[in-house]
């Protein structure tokens, strides 16, 4: 079992910068690939940024050269580092764990969310 807390979000102004940050209690941190998803006022739950247990990362096409996903296993956290923040990047964002098979049975776990508004 892994629980998620986020933290980091609120109010910031378009241009600006925001950290989010996700801690993980539980063990087996290291085992799983993070996530950072959102969702905005009347859209569907989207993934931002991933970063996988062998170091590879990814990013949605409209965050691309603008976040920047981190983690520190022995922390057991991970950071969303967001800038040039936009208005369309309003949204609760949320802390993902999974794993998978062939080496474990599917887990999937969410944090509750922290909301990050921009501000024109």
């Known amino acids: 079992q892994v629980h998620l807390m986020e933290s980091g979000g609120g109010l910031v102004q378009s241009g600006g910068s925001l950290r989010l940050s996700c801690t993980a209690s539980?063990?087996?941190?290291?085992?799983?690939?993070m996530g950072w998803y959102r969702q905005g006022p009347g859209k569907q739950r989207e993934l931002v940024a991933l970063f996988e247990i062998d170091g590879l990362t990814d990013y949605a096409d409209p965050v691309k050269g603008r976040f920047t996903i981190s983690r520190d296993n022995a922390k057991k956290t991970v950071h969303l580092e967001m800038h040039n923040v936009k208005p369309e990047d309003t949204a609760i964002y949320y802390c993902n764990a999974k794993r998978g098979p062939p080496l474990f049975r599917n887990s999937d776990y969410w944090g509750q969310g922290t909301q990050v508004t921009v501000s024109t």
């Open positions: 539980g063990s087996g941190f290291s085992t799983y690939d």
